[in-house]
Every structure is written in C-alpha cells, then in structure tokens.
C-alpha cells in the first residue's frame, strides 16, 4: 500500500514468494512486475480433509490468478518450472513459461573455511562427540519428515557393516578398527521445540539410531549456529542430502562452495546443482547407493579431495552472488526495454 500511494514509480518491482500482492502493485501502470516463484504454495498446503480444500480453494484459486498478472515469472529450477506448468495449467494454456534464475550462495563466506581456525575449532569443542572422530560424514537438513534424514542413518548403517567387513589397511581399504572408533554422521539443521514434528521427527531418528547400533557413531546438533555450520563443513570429508524432488535445494551449493562432495537423490533440483561423478553422486534413495557412494568417499581421500576441489569451481561459475546478479540485471533490462519499446 505504502509502494502504491506514497512511493514514486519503479521501472521494475521483484514480488518474491507470494504473488497476492501483484494486482495491487499493477495500480501503478507503468511498472513491471517480475515475480520470482520457489514453489507453488498451493502444493505446500495440506488439502487433507474436505473442510481443507475447501478452505484452500479461493486461496489456490487467487494465487494462480494473481500469478498471472505478473510481467515476467521466474522460478528456481528446471524442475520448479515442470511443476510450475503442471499446476497451473490455465497459465500454460495461455503460453506463459516462467524462465529460470538459480539461487546464488555467497562463496566468499565458504572460500575461507579453514579446520585449523580458532573459531571453527572452538564451535567443534562445543561438539565433545567429535574429538575422537577422523572422518565426518555431514547431514544439513531441518528436522521435518521430507527431509528424509532417515536415509542417511540407514545408509550410515550399510556402510558400517561393509566396512567391518575389510581387514586389509591399504589405499581403498579401511580397518576395522578405524570403522569402530573414527567415522561419525553428524545430523546437523534446523529445529525448532515448539513444533511437533520437529520434536517427534527427532525422537523418531534417535530411536532409529538405536535400532541400527549406531549411538556411537551418530551424533545430533539440533539448531546449529551458522560458525558450527561452517565448522562442520570445514571438517567433513562430504555431505549427504537425503530429500527427495527437492525444489532446489541451498545446501548441496553451501556444501560444494566449501568445497566437499554432495551425495543426493537423483530427483529434483540437485540433478541441475550437482554434476554427477564430478561434484558429487546423484543416487537412487536407498541405503545401498547412498552407502555405494560414501564409501567411494570415504575409502579414497584424494577423490574426495579432487570431487571438492570440482565442487568449488562448479558453483563459482554457475551459482555464485555474482552471477545470479548478472542474470537478474539481465531480466530486468528486458523488462525495462520491452516496456520502451511499447
């Protein structure tokens, strides 16, 4: 309202995320409005019940109208964008196709990690788990049942069986008593007490920790601070990212631009962020391929190296601050060209 009484006019307004607001900044008539989508809301919701969708249908209904109305529609990733056009399907009759702009992370705050500083340190002593581990297997993720965490414990737990099944020491083998006393999974993301699921959904993955034998070898860090995030990507040899058809996905670029190999599923946005055998492995979600591609890791410290070193490059050419910004100057000068020309 402020935007549409009080402000002068724009040349371009970026809506992001909820596109309710669009008519209303269509009040200002010589304004374009590019409207960034990350995902259909009306897929968030729960239509569960019948007094939910009824209560969802004006809501679905206005969204995809007022999505509409704006001037150009951009969304996250090649797989957003199917999603885009299977959803709203009057859009795509009427040939409105969102184009795709990556989400960017900021490689900079990555480019620096170093185990050895002080401060990353200090946020792994916070972690006394840690101190006897050698390799680090990590896990960024909240704690909701679509992230899927579950795989990674069980995926965890092939791999410990394959490993104690080796005796020989030697460049792709590892001992037993290396299996037993240094390899860790650290569940690393966001939590929060006051919601159920966060709550049930651990205790859920503590109780399958147990069930597998792994209390030694699991450890939890609900509600990471962002140094004890940094810190865990500077130690660990790769991350795991176990949701399925992701919309995107930000961890597997923060995992990479720390320069560590990804393992996910072979669904959603981390087929366009991960290039498969190169910065990481793109798996089929069983705890077989997931444990296949970490041993692949785990047993050969210099392909891991080398994968990260990929990582880090990939994701400074393709999802960096920088070229995300000069992708959206890009859009927003056609805009403003197209608004010339007319």
């Known amino acids: ?9 724009f040349d371009v307004v970026l809506v992001d995320q909820v596109s309710a607001v669009i008519p209303l900044l269509k009040l200002k008539r010589s304004s374009k409005i590019l409207f960034y989508c990350h995902f259909p809301d009306m897929l968030l919701a729960q239509h569960t019940t019948s007094l939910r969708r009824l209560y969802r ?6 969204e995809e109208a007022t ?3 704006a001037d150009r529609i951009l969304v996250n990733s090649e797989f957003t964008a199917s999603i885009f056009q299977k959803t709203f399907q009057r859009l795509h009759a009427k040939g409105i ?17 170093d185990k050895g500083c002080s401060e990353l340190q200090l946020a792994l002593a916070d972690i006394p788990q840690l101190s006897s581990a050698s390799s680090i297997v990590l896990s960024i993720n909240r704690f909701e049942r679509k ?3 579950s795989l990674a414990i069980s995926a965890f737990a092939v791999l ?3 490993l104690s099944s080796l005796d020989l020491v030697n460049g792709s083998a590892i001992s037993n008593t290396f299996v037993k006393d240094s390899i860790k999974l650290v569940l690393a993301g966001g939590y929060d ?11 859920e993955l503590k109780a399958l920790t147990e069930e597998k034998g792994l209390m030694e070898h699991v450890i939890f860090v609900p509600s990471c601070s962002t140094v004890q995030r940094n810190a865990l990507l500077a130690a660990c040899i790769c991350v795991v990212y176990t949701p399925q058809e992701e919309h995107f996905g930000i961890v597997p670029l923060e995992a990479m631009a720390a320069g560590k190999p990804v393992i996910a599923c072979n669904s959603g946005g981390p087929m366009e962020s991960i290039v498969a055998s190169k910065t990481g492995f793109l798996c089929e979600p069983t705890p077989e391929n997931f444990s296949s591609a970490l041993f692949l890791l785990l047993s ?7 994968m990260g070193k990929d990582a880090r490059e990939h994701v400074e050419h393709n999802f960096s601050r920088q070229v995300f910004g000069d992708r959206l100057q890009s859009v927003i000068l056609q805009l403003v060209q197209s608004t010339a020309g007319t």
Request: hydrophobic share 35%; glycine share 0%.
């Open 147 to 149: 992230k899927n965490i």
């Open 193 to 203: 007490k006051r919601l159920a699921e966060n709550r049930e959904y651990l205790l």
């Open 1 to 9: 309202m402020c935007i549409v009484l009080f402000s002068d006019t």
């Open 160 to 162: 410990l069986k394959q």
């Open 300 to 306: 050969n410290s210099t392909n891991a190296e080398r």
């Open 67 to 69: 999505t509409s109305r």
């Open 57 to 62: 249908r004006p809501i679905d209904w206005i």
């Open 97 to 113: 196709q969102p184009t795709v702009l990556y989400p960017a992370v900021n490689t900079q705050e990555f480019a620096s990690l």
